[in-house]
């Protein structure tokens, strides 16, 4: 015997409860890698949480409940990135440069330019080890970079496909388009992804090889010894600083800021974290004799063992994401 159907108000309060619970965390990382940036992310998927709420009576089960919010959600984000700018990251915009001898000529540009950095831990943990690599891939800063080349639409297709594992029906049903359109938008998207995607190549290290570079580069960061930071970097290392236009490449421009500009960073105190699949570190800069504040978070690229890109993230606000405390003080 057929259970009869909830009444419309249990219905909208089911829905609603399965939103929250359910897709929360993984739509904000599906629009993370859509939009490039954490705080558009967390207001597109309030959004797609409010509109999914006051349309809930509208849900049939002609498609699943995922199907349905993500298909609110794809429109916020393809809404949100009618505007010409994209989102990048200094190596994306200009040539590498050098440590100016006057810091305050630096350039900066506005906070819609730059992809900004995702807590690891905001991401939904897989059932299955092994996909623990792959989600962390997924979440490379290049490869978001990457992904903001791609129209919309291709966009949309290559994260449904290829990080999330839809099937090329179940996209076409969300997108509204064939499987032949999805297909042959996938093709596009890999090869153009891939060709703009600067360390796609880059094996993913194990998190115990992660945490031992981080900690020898915290140590080395706190006590300020330039020597010792060069000497975990690899010769052709990459150093910038958004909202910077300005980033360097190798370890004689790397030495030059720190020995220069950099020494503003002497007396940091610094905490091991993770963003977008890579070790990080968030930094304090002293304020007081026995109190220091956010400064910035610093993403580490590795190869082969040592570091081959230091991106750091300068905006303050990205801590709150983190779970990072807004202060320190002395133990």
């Not at 994306?92 to 995702?118: H, M, V």
């Not at 194990?206 to 915290?218: G, H, I, K, M, N």
Request: include cysteine; proline fraction near 7%; charge should be negative.
């Amino acid at each position: 015997m057929t259970s009869p159907a909830p009444a419309e108000e249990d219905m909208t309060q089911t829905t609603q409860q399965s939103l929250a619970e359910e897709f929360r965390t993984e739509l904000v990382g599906f629009c993370y890698r859509f939009l490039g940036s954490w705080s558009e992310a967390e207001d597109a998927v309030q959004e797609t949480m409010l509109r999914a709420w006051q349309r809930a009576d509208s849900f049939q089960g002609r498609s699943s409940l995922r199907t349905w919010v993500y298909r609110i959600a794809t429109n916020i984000c393809l809404d949100l990135v009618k505007a010409p700018q994209r989102r990048a990251l200094p190596v994306d915009l200009t040539a590498a440069g050098q440590a100016p001898d006057d810091p305050t000529t630096l350039r900066t540009l506005p906070e819609s330019t730059w992809i900004s950095p995702f807590a690891d831990h905001r991401l939904p943990i897989p059932a299955d080890p092994a996909a623990v690599a792959e989600q962390r891939d997924s979440v490379r800063l290049a490869f978001i970079a990457a992904l903001q080349t791609l129209p919309p639409k291709q966009r949309a297709v290559l994260i449904l496909r290829d990080v999330l594992d839809w099937s090329a029906a179940e996209c076409a049903e969300l997108l509204r388009l064939s499987v032949a359109s999805v297909n042959s938008a996938l093709a596009r998207s890999r090869a153009s992804c891939a060709a703009a995607d600067r360390t796609r190549a880059l094996p993913t290290p194990t998190e115990e090889a992660d945490l031992r570079l981080l900690s020898s580069y915290l140590a080395a960061f706190e006590r300020y010894d330039i020597d010792a930071l060069i000497a975990l970097l690899t010769q052709d290392a990459e150093f910038s600083m958004p909202p910077y236009l300005l980033w360097m490449h190798g370890t004689d421009a790397i030495r030059a800021w720190w020995d220069g500009p950099g020494r503003i960073c002497e007396g940091s105190r610094c905490l091991i974290t993770r963003a977008n699949g890579r070790p990080a570190m968030a930094v304090y800069h002293a304020v007081a004799a026995d109190r220091w504040a956010p400064f910035a978070i610093h993403v580490l690229d590795v190869r082969d063992g040592a570091i081959s890109a230091i991106t750091h993230f300068m905006d303050t606000t990205a801590f709150a994401q983190f779970g990072l405390p807004p202060e320190l003080g002395r133990e």
